[in-house]
């Protein structure tokens, strides 16, 4: 059990969080394999050059991921005041969602099941040292 009153353990709780900026795409309709091949490409880069790759990536998952990156980058310039220049990809990870269930008829009255995956997609910013 915690010691001391519950606002302290709230203040203590707040001390230990992450301030970098980032943004989330929570319910994206892309599976957790398909997204990870675009933020794979752009972990560790900086802004302009991440933003180059997923702009002329193919993938469908790099149009979302786009949005989310320009989404974070604006978070860090209007609530950190961080520099757009400074700033790189620290961090960006896919985590896997609520799965919706379809069934496909098939051949001799059977049904097989389609699964429809879904994912949660972080980008966090950090700036460059």
């Not at 892309?30 to 972990?43: G, P």
């Amino acid at each position: 059990m915690a010691k001391g009153h519950r606002s302290q353990i709230k203040r203590e709780r707040n001390a230990n969080k992450d301030t970098r900026p980032s943004a989330k795409l929570s319910y994206a309709r892309v599976s957790v394999t398909k997204a990870c091949f675009v933020l794979d490409a752009i972990r560790g880069k900086d802004i302009d050059t991440a933003l180059a790759i997923v702009t002329y990536n193919p993938r469908y998952a790099s149009s979302l991921v786009k949005k989310l990156l320009e989404s974070a980058v604006a978070n860090a310039e209007n609530n950190n005041g961080l520099k757009r220049e400074n700033l790189y990809v620290a961090e960006c990870y896919a985590t896997s969602g609520p799965i919706m269930k379809r069934i496909r008829p098939r051949a001799q009255g059977r049904a097989y099941r389609i699964l429809k995956r879904m994912s949660h997609i972080t980008v966090v910013l950090d700036e460059k040292k």
